[in-house]
């Protein structure tokens, strides 16, 4: 009788193992739920950013080089697009969106960075679009035309970047950066 005692109190700890996991699961699935539907619907409600009086802007750029003795030219220009608004879960509110492409790429893929010629990982990034149309503020170096290091690492403007180009046997010559535009936001 004893073995059966222990059995029913087996059973009865798996029964509220088993419906805590229950319960664990539908939670998450009434929280991808409302994150899915119900968020979107905030967007209708929360306060409204002004739409930018400028809505397109076009940006050239020009960065000479030298490498092993010879002259390279990274020269193209960043187009940029208000796209409208997206709601933003972190924020909680309605943000304005915008896309930028390098005109020399037919694919209009997001992807702005250079990488310079003769190395593997060193990029030039152009600039962002809320950089140039004068979304962003603070002007954050990932945001402004720089010099990186696969991307991600080691970044820096092209006025500091003397000594990462020294890495790669690159010597910059000059460089001509287009400047942000002054845009109203209804402010």
């Known amino acids: 009788?004893?073995?059966?005692?222990?059995?029913?109190?087996?059973?009865?700890?798996?029964?509220?193992?088993?419906?805590?996991?229950?319960?664990?699961?539908?939670?998450?699935?009434?929280?991808?739920?409302?994150?899915?539907?119900?968020?979107?619907?905030?967007?209708?409600?929360?306060?409204?950013?002004?739409?930018?009086?400028?809505?397109?802007?076009?940006?050239?750029?020009r960065v000479e080089y030298e490498l092993d003795g010879e002259i390279h030219i990274i020269e193209d220009i960043l187009i940029v697009e208000f796209r409208g608004f997206v709601f933003s879960a972190g924020s909680m509110t309605r943000e304005r969106s915008w896309k930028s492409h390098l005109a020399s790429r037919e694919n209009n893929n997001a992807n702005t960075s250079i990488l310079f010629e003769g190395t593997e990982n060193l990029v030039f990034f152009p600039g962002s679009a809320g950089y140039y149309m004068e979304e962003f503020h603070g002007n954050t170096l990932t945001g402004r035309p720089h010099v990186s290091l696969d991307f991600t690492t080691r970044r820096y403007l092209l006025e500091d970047a003397s000594e990462l180009l020294a890495e790669y046997g690159i010597t910059l010559v000059s460089w001509e950066i287009s400047e942000p535009i002054v845009n109203n936001f209804g402010d």
Not at 23 to 51: D, H, K, M, T, Y
Request: charged fraction near 15%.
């Open 1 to 61: 009788m004893g073995g059966c005692v222990n059995k029913m109190e087996n059973i009865g700890v798996f029964r509220i193992i088993f419906r805590i996991a229950l319960g664990i699961v539908i939670l998450g699935g009434a929280f991808l739920l409302i994150r899915i539907f119900a968020f979107p619907l905030l967007g209708l409600f929360s306060s409204r950013e002004a739409r930018p009086e400028i809505t397109h802007g076009e940006f050239p750029f």
